[in-house]
């Protein structure tokens, strides 16, 4: 009995993965345990955070074959910043999902870039090529471990940063760390973080969305980063008030 529950507990998780490549198996086994071990479904008590209408899912599964088998694929990307569609052949080495996109790196031979990073909902198209695939040692954690998210420029070096969290999310930031990196001590009700990472553009989302609960203390550039950043919404919205 004990494993029993196990079992449905296990299958009512990976049925929260509705609509996502690589779990269609979840689907043909369930009649099968339902049958056989008189499993039967329940109403759904848990639900995993995904975007359904990212639109592009249906690449995951190209992605994830075409690294498990050293594939070379011929891609049509369209940037955000670019006017027109680039094609270029990749070689895939990974995928990561971040703030419910997904995204694959690899070689771009184009600008023979290993660490090539592409948003699966900007590709067009993906062909399949004969060209010889070109492995990658890497340690993609230790890659990611310095920054937030997915954005990593080169040569860019961790920075030490400090803020100070006030009262309304000091205990939030305390018990959920902004980055693994983080050290923090309450000083009164505020809260001294100390962090050591590559400030990115995620970084910055993320100190941004505290709003006022937060400031940057230093390394002075990043402060005057965040200052300017908070200077021109304050001017945006000074400018559009409604009459």
């Known amino acids: 009995p004990d494993e029993l529950l196990k079992v449905k507990a296990a299958i009512e998780v990976l049925t929260r993965f509705v609509g996502l490549p690589q779990f269609e198996w979840v689907y043909e086994i369930l009649?099968?345990?339902?049958?056989?071990?008189?499993?039967?479904?329940?109403?759904?008590?848990?639900?995993?955070?995904?975007n359904k209408d990212f639109t592009g899912?249906?690449?995951?599964?190209?992605?994830?074959?075409?690294?498990?088998?050293?594939?070379?694929?011929?891609?049509?990307?369209?940037?955000?910043?670019?006017?027109?569609?680039?094609?270029?052949?990749?070689?895939?080495?990974y995928l990561k999902e971040y703030n419910n996109r997904w995204f694959v790196y690899g070689l771009n031979e184009e600008v023979n870039k290993h660490t090539?990073?592409?948003?699966?909902?900007?590709?067009?198209?993906?062909?399949?090529?004969?060209?010889?695939?070109?492995?990658?040692?890497f340690d993609w954690e230790d890659y990611f471990y310095d920054i937030i998210g997915v954005t990593r420029y080169e040569d860019e070096k961790p920075e030490k940063i400090e803020l100070i969290v006030y009262p309304e999310s000091?205990?939030?930031?305390?018990?959920?760390?902004?980055?693994?990196?983080?050290?923090?001590?309450?000083?009164?009700?505020?809260?001294?973080?100390?962090?050591?990472?590559?400030?990115?553009?995620?970084?910055?989302?993320?100190?941004?969305?505290y709003g006022k609960n937060i400031e940057i203390i230093s390394p002075?550039?990043?402060?005057?980063?965040?200052?300017?950043?908070?200077?021109?919404?304050?001017?945006?919205?000074?400018?559009?008030d409604p009459a």
């Open 31 to 50: 009649p099968i345990l339902n049958h056989k071990l008189k499993i039967v479904p329940s109403r759904p008590v848990i639900e995993l955070h995904s």
């Open 57 to 93: 899912l249906n690449y995951i599964e190209v992605f994830y074959q075409a690294i498990i088998n050293r594939a070379v694929l011929q891609v049509t990307y369209q940037s955000f910043h670019d006017p027109k569609p680039d094609t270029f052949i990749f070689h895939p080495y």
């Open 116 to 137: 090539w990073n592409l948003a699966l909902d900007r590709i067009i198209e993906v062909k399949h090529t004969n060209i010889e695939y070109k492995p990658f040692e």
């Open 170 to 209: 000091a205990k939030y930031i305390y018990h959920k760390p902004i980055h693994p990196s983080q050290k923090a001590e309450f000083e009164g009700e505020q809260l001294r973080v100390r962090l050591k990472l590559i400030p990115n553009r995620e970084f910055m989302n993320v100190v941004l969305s």
């Open 220 to 240: 002075p550039h990043l402060r005057q980063a965040f200052k300017q950043e908070l200077e021109e919404a304050y001017k945006r919205y000074c400018k559009n």
